[in-house]
C-alpha cells in the first residue's frame, strides 16, 4: 500500500509540473507584452502597445510614433477647408449605421477582417489611396456605388463583397461586414459610399463609418501604408 500512496504521488507531482509547463507559453507572451508595455512611451491604450496585421503578404504593426515631439507636416495639418463641399459631418452617417474610432477599428482587423468576415474599405477615390492609406484597407471609390444593382459593375461589386444574386433580387444574409473612412470629419465620400450601399440594399447592421479618416488617424501617430497593388 505504501508503494501505492508514492506512486500515486509521483503521478500527481508530474501533473502539477506538466500544468506549470502548459501554463510556460502564457507567462513568456505576457511577460514579452509588459516589456513592450514599459519599453514604449506611446502606446495604442493602456494594455496594448501594437495591433500586428498581415497586408499584402507582409506583415505590418499598427503602433503610435514614439517620438512626443513629433508633428504633422502633410496636408492633414490644414484646419479650415472650404464648406461646401468639405462640411462637418454628423456622428452618425445613416440610421442604425454604427460609428466606430480607433480602436474599435483594429478590433474589427482582428475580429472580422483577419476571419474574412468583413472589409475595411477605403472610400477615397484611387489618386488618394495611393498617397498612403490604413493597413488592412482596401480601395472601392464611392464612385463606383452610385450606379443601381442592375449596373453590370455594380453587381460584380456586390458579388464579391459577398452578395448572391437569385432572379433578379439580392441576398445580403451572407454579405461581408464592412468598415469605411476617408479622408477625415469634413469629407463626404466614405458618408456617399455608405448610402449608396444602403440604397442598393446593403443591411445597415453590417455597416460601420470610422468618421475619424486619414486626419485623425495620422494625428494620433498611428501606422499608414502606401500599397503597392
Known sequence: MRRTALLDMEKRMKKRHRAIFDLLPIIVVSLACAEQLFAREVNLAPNLPYVD??????????????????????????????????????????????????????????????????????????????KGTIPGSVNIPWTLLTDGPDNPHTARILMALGAVEDMGQWDFRPALHLMLFCNGPWCDQSPRAIQNLLALGYPPEKLHYYRGGMQLWQLLGLTTVVPTN
Open 53 to 130: 496585421i498581415t497586408y499584402e503578404g507582409k506583415q505590418i504593426r499598427i503602433e503610435r510614433i514614439q517620438d512626443t515631439e513629433h508633428h504633422l507636416n502633410n496636408s492633414f495639418t490644414k484646419t479650415s477647408r472650404p464648406c461646401p463641399p468639405f462640411c462637418i459631418h454628423p456622428m452618425q452617417a445613416a440610421v442604425g449605421v454604427e460609428t466606430v474610432g480607433e480602436l474599435e477599428l483594429m478590433d474589427f482587423l482582428i475580429g472580422k477582417v483577419r476571419t474574412g468576415e468583413g472589409l475595411l474599405i477605403d472610400s477615397r477615390l484611387p489618386e488618394w489611396f495611393q
